[in-house]
């Protein structure tokens, strides 16, 4: 199993330029995650969601948007991408339905935004 | 609201020195308290947890009590190797409704030959 994936590893936009970022997870899990981790702020919760065609709003969604088509794929979106953007972005699933469980990360994205 | 507060690094550390690295949080009702690993170029990996109060959670040598009276759960290693160089995050997850986690900051850990 490849467990999460992520694409693409590295990214620099100009600022207002759009794209997105893709999860992809072979494990069959129902809860997927993005996350960004920026210096001395640990890591905040962007969007997530608990199954199919689900999404929901985590910390700080503003300028971000997502979509679950398939169980398997998780895309977050920037429209129009802006220099407080720059960060590393991590994916995250888990079986959410069973308590106490973990959750498994990609390694992760680093987007430049100029 | 829920937090987590790590102590600040880099810690720094010889080859086989024991090793304390403090967190503590705040939350109401029973979380569920973790610590995860980020070597570098890489992404988090769970490395040891507890689910409730006195358990100890154990992985790769590595040591973590959830003390509910102290509110912490201090991450301890009897002797680290310079393969144990990465961030450390301490994280709470609260099991009621959605898993949400909260990060703490991360620790960066520097271990020398």
């Known amino acids: 199993n490849a467990g999460v994936t992520q694409t693409p590893k590295f990214r620099v936009l100009k600022t207002g330029q759009s794209m997105t970022l893709l999860c992809a997870q072979d494990?069959?899990?129902?809860?997927m995650y993005w996350y960004r981790q920026d210096p001395g702020m640990g890591l905040r919760l962007i969007h997530y969601s608990v199954g199919e065609g689900t999404t929901a709003k985590g910390e700080v969604p503003d300028g971000y948007n997502v979509s679950r088509l398939k169980k398997q794929n998780f895309l977050l979106g920037l429209e129009s991408a802006a220099p407080s953007q720059t960060s590393v972005y991590f994916c995250?699933?888990?079986?959410?339905?069973?308590?106490?469980?973990?959750?498994?990360f990609g390694p992760g994205t680093r987007l430049l935004v100029l | 609201g829920d937090s987590v507060t790590q102590m600040e690094g880099p810690v720094t550390l010889s080859e086989e020195a024991f090793l304390t690295i403090n967190c503590t949080y705040t939350?109401?009702?029973?979380?569920?308290l973790f610590w995860y690993v980020q070597y570098p170029g890489e992404g988090l990996q769970l490395l040891l947890k507890?689910?409730?109060?006195?358990d100890k959670g154990s992985n790769k040598g590595f040591e973590a009590t959830y003390r509910k009276e102290t509110t912490s759960f201090h991450l301890e290693k009897g002797s680290v190797q310079v393969s144990d160089s990465a961030v450390y995050f301490c994280a709470l997850r609260k099991d009621t409704g959605f898993q949400k986690l909260v990060f703490g900051t991360g620790t960066r850990l520097l271990v020398s030959p």
């Open positions: 507890a689910t409730k109060a006195d």
């Open positions: 494990m069959n899990h129902e809860y």
């Open positions: 995250a699933s888990s079986y959410g339905r069973v308590m106490q469980e973990t959750q498994y």
């Open positions: 939350a109401t009702g029973y979380p569920s």
